[in-house]
């Protein structure tokens, strides 16, 4: 679907896309402050089938970005330093630049010449991987705790005497 004609309705929608309130969507589209007016306008064919269109591209283009973080942090986890160098026995040598494909060069952070040598460094390999796993869902990031005690067993609770041991108030474990 195209832009709407009417640009003060397209700019509600793209407003709206954007998550902002449909009170703030309207005053932005040029419009006197109404919620009741704002909320019509939601209401109409038109508005509402741009909306459900905007809202589907930023959803697209979300996912396309969180493949796309996904995908470098996966080249930098898989990475192997014996991709850009091999040992022959006495000494490390360099692989060619030209057989070392994209996967391997997103891994590599930095590549100088020093007076000793060359040295490569390569990106945080365990940092890309942390990530890639939370991204999977790998990690439980809260654990959720169901705790249910009533509001009685509180209150005798609060009026039961304390345990002194040596006279000191030990707390219960």
Same mark, same amino acid.
């Given at each position: 679907?195209?832009?709407?004609?009417?640009?003060?309705?397209?700019? @509600?929608?793209?407003?709206?896309?954007?998550?902002?309130?449909?009170?703030?969507? @309207?005053?932005?589209?040029?419009?006197?402050?109404?919620?009741?007016?704002?909320?019509?306008?939601?209401?109409?064919?038109?508005?509402?089938?741009?909306?459900?269109?905007?809202?589907?591209?930023?959803?697209?283009?979300?996912?396309?970005?969180?493949?796309?973080?996904?995908?470098?942090?996966?080249?930098?986890?898989?990475?192997?330093?014996?991709?850009?160098?091999? @040992?022959?026995?006495?000494?490390?040598?360099?692989? /060619?630049?030209?057989?070392?494909? /994209?996967?391997?060069?997103?891994?590599?952070?930095?590549?100088?010449?020093?007076?000793?040598?060359?040295?490569?460094?390569?990106?945080?390999?365990?940092?890309?991987?942390?990530?890639?796993?939370?991204?999977?869902?790998? @990690?439980?990031?809260?654990?959720?705790?169901?705790?249910?005690?009533?509001?009685?067993?509180?209150?005798?609770?609060?009026?039961?005497?304390?345990?002194?041991?040596?006279?000191?108030?030990?707390?219960?474990?």
């Amino acid at each position: 679907m195209a832009p709407l004609k009417n640009i003060r309705h397209e700019r @509600f929608c793209l407003e709206l896309a954007k998550g902002k309130s449909q009170s703030e969507a @309207f005053e932005i589209a040029g419009y006197t402050p109404n919620e009741g007016n704002a909320y019509r306008l939601t209401q109409k064919e038109a508005v509402k089938k741009r909306l459900s269109e905007l809202v589907e591209r930023m959803e697209e283009r979300a996912s396309i970005a969180v493949e796309r973080l996904a995908k470098e942090y996966a080249r930098i986890g898989y990475s192997d330093i014996t991709d850009v160098m091999e @040992f022959d026995g006495r000494r490390l040598k360099l692989r /060619p630049s030209a057989q070392l494909g /994209p996967d391997v060069t997103a891994a590599i952070s930095e590549v100088r010449q020093t007076k000793d040598g060359i040295v490569i460094k390569m990106h945080n390999k365990t940092a890309a991987l942390d990530a890639l796993a939370r991204h999977k869902g790998m @990690f439980k990031e809260n654990i959720d705790l169901k705790i249910t005690v009533s509001l009685a067993d509180l209150v005798n609770q609060s009026y039961e005497e304390p345990k002194l041991v040596e006279g000191k108030v030990v707390e219960d474990d």
